[in-house]
């Protein structure tokens, strides 16, 4: 031990305001006296053994093995009472049924599925004096990161007496577009009523004591980008090397195993651990067994048979995802999804929540508002609620703040005793749960504030009227993922409001004046709904300087027109019809579903999902042109005859819509566009055949509706030839 690295890590531990650490060194042992919680201390140091003997004010001098010892006793750290609070702030997870199930793949492709499996990863690889060990946890929206970390934070705080592992600091992004780890820290801290201060943790995550998990870490970014994220990390490594372990977990699109050691230099391959943990949605059977054990209202057997159910809990599907799973289990009955076949998930589960909120008003509300205007209000509510949170860049707000917002939302010339009820039901509605900091209410899941912050984007910017948050933040492609499906309900549920915003949103490159981040914003928002145009006359939207870029299902004809692009994220899209004129694309996330045209620029690298990434002009160029880049390019796979068949075309396009149930209807243009092509009852009777198309008739208004769903739509888009059904399917449309 050197007497500079003692003093550092020993000031954070001294009284501020107090004479400062003072160390005078003698051979090989050292002599320290400070002051701490206004008693004077001294210790005296082995610098070879690392024993230390300490006194402190009036109590008898104790004696500590280690440095490391010292930190962790009542004196310094008092790492008992950190676990005891810790435990006793995550009990709610405690409960076995409260658990989520996961599915997680690590970078070398070991298959994890509990708590215990991620636990062991940490530690285990034999540490030298200059060692950081980081497990990285990456994965879409809803997927279960944050819950994963609590429950490892709650398992070594529980245990902490019986079996002293490092406890785990969970630091939570909190909204914000900048923010300071060091104020996370402490924020963290406060949360556990912890008298430990942010600047000693380094010292004790240096020292093995602490794990800081950093989660959302791709929301700690500056307005020009992620350079704060790197360099706060960058140093936060440096100074914990020897004993530390960090945990970061943030969206797949963001974060992953080679970015990370691309981008933070002092990483070091092969010298620091690396652990890459990609999470994944559980599997069907370990979701159902999941929910029926679920005490509120538990699903049975005959709940998951009813087909509008049965296409939810399929695998790969989306209403997977532990934050969907647990709208299920908590706020709707299986009884009230039967018969319902909607496009898309999420307006699904939120409109069913919404209808049962509505109807728990109570008898003097329901007196005054019918349940179409209560319904309309809990809407209007939600979306402000959103609004204000993005608006002040903040995942929370006061209780009482939410009660004012629930009263602007009202209807005027109501009775005072009426506005009262709705002010005191608004803030435990079952979208809100209670914050870490005690009278703040927060979005039971960031997935349902970021649904309803999109359909406020789409009616304000058709108004006229750019949000604050459009204006000054980062739209992620968190964000814009669920933004995609929003977009292309609202073009079916009510197209000329759509009109409006795309409208808006395309001419913004030439009209919009703001020095802010707005234009990078509209040029996103332009983008994420292009799938959703109905094509008409020649589409072109021009000059979009764009951060993070996501495109979803199917392009219409249309030019792009000098598009400067960071990141953009196009998993199973088809861009074949779109025609690129100058600009360029820096990085693409892309999967081997995707389809471009011969004009789509040269990306800088290519990144897919299992953690790959394609560099080089030649193997980025390769990797591309089978997907449509290379107009010449001839297959070599054997699939070349099947991708020329308008039956394979048709298939594909049906695949790359995003919705559950496909319907004819004169609104929705994408389904009929499939459903009414001439080779349509050809390629169902092959699907069905293959067990991959469920067809539902409903009656409604007097005449019966025909309802189609595709199973295992990603397995189709990837031509996974392995699966057995998948393989003879592409072999019936070949001969047919």
Known sequence: ???????????????????????????????????????????????????????????????????????????????????????????????????????????????????????????????????????????????????????????????????????????????????????????????????????????????????????????????????????????????????????????????????????????????????????????????????????????????????????????????????????????????????????????????EMIRREAGLFGKPINAVLNESQREGFLNSFLCETARQMADSQVEALD???????????????????????????????????NDERNGYKTFLHSYLMNYFLALVVVDAIGRGDIPKFVRRNLLGSEFLSVFCDVVAEAAVADKAKFDRFFEKAAASSLSYTSVDRGLRNLGALALAALSAVIPGEELILREFSIDDGVIRGICPDCVLENFEISQLDI????????????????????????????????????????????IGAEAVSSWLASRGRDAEYVDQTGLATLRSKPLYLLLMRAARLRQYWLRAEADDFQASKILNDRDWPELAKILVERDLLREEIRQASGRSSKFFHIKHRESILSESVEIEALAGLFEDIRKS
């Open 1 to 351: 031990m050197k007497k500079q690295d003692l003093l550092t890590q020993l000031i954070p531990f001294g009284d501020i305001g107090e004479e400062p650490v003072k160390i005078t060194e003698q051979g090989d042992k050292f002599t320290v006296k400070m002051i701490r919680d206004g008693k004077p201390m001294k210790l005296s140091v082995d610098g070879v053994s690392g024993k230390i003997q300490c006194t402190w004010g009036s109590f008898p001098a104790r004696g500590f093995a280690s440095f490391s010892a010292l930190l962790a006793s009542e004196i310094f750290a008092n790492l008992k009472r950190w676990g005891d609070a810790q435990a006793l702030l995550l009990r709610e997870l405690d409960a076995p049924d409260k658990l989520l199930p996961f599915q997680g793949t690590t970078h070398d492709k070991k298959q994890l599925s509990s708590v215990d499996e991620i636990d062991s990863l940490l530690g285990g690889v034999a540490r030298s004096e200059d060692f950081t060990e980081i497990l990285l946890i990456d994965g879409p929206a809803g997927i279960g990161k944050t819950s994963l970390i609590e429950q490892l934070a709650l398992k070594r705080a529980s245990a902490y007496k019986t079996a002293a592992r490092p406890l785990i600091l969970h630091v939570k992004s909190r909204g914000r577009v900048l923010s300071n780890l060091q104020d996370l820290m402490a924020f963290s801290l406060q949360t556990i009523r912890s008298q430990i201060t942010y600047d000693q943790i380094p010292v004790l995550a240096k020292h093995g004591l602490v794990v800081i998990a950093i989660d959302g870490f791709d929301e700690l970014a500056d307005p020009n980008g992620y350079e704060m994220a790197w360099a706060q990390l960058s140093d936060l490594i440096a100074f914990i090397r020897g004993k530390g372990t960090l945990i970061l977990a943030g969206r797949d699109t963001f974060i992953n195993r080679s970015r990370l050691l691309e981008d933070v230099e002092v990483l070091r391959e092969g010298k620091d651990s690396v652990i890459g943990l990609t999470l994944g949605p559980p599997l069907p059977d370990q979701a159902k067994a999941w929910l029926a054990k679920q005490p509120k209202h538990p699903w049975t057997q005959e709940n998951f048979e009813i087909p509008s159910i049965a296409v939810l809990l399929e695998r790969g599907s989306f209403a997977l995802r532990p934050v969907f799973l647990r709208i299920l289990a908590k706020h709707i009955k299986p009884k009230e999804l039967e018969g319902k076949h909607e496009r898309y998930l999420t307006p699904l589960l939120v409109n």
């Open 399 to 433: 209780a009482s703040e939410v009660a004012w917002i629930s009263e602007a939302a009202l209807e005027e010339g109501l009775p005072s005793e009426v506005v009262a009820l709705i002010r005191n039901r608004a803030g435990v509605v079952a979208f809100f749960v």
């Open 571 to 614: 998993r199973g899209a088809d861009l074949s019809s779109v025609t690129w004129t100058g600009g360029a694309i820096s990085g693409v996330i892309a999967d081997s579903a995707i389809r471009v045209s011969p004009s789509f620029p040269l990306p800088t690298k290519i990144s897919l999902a299992d953690d790959t990434e394609i």
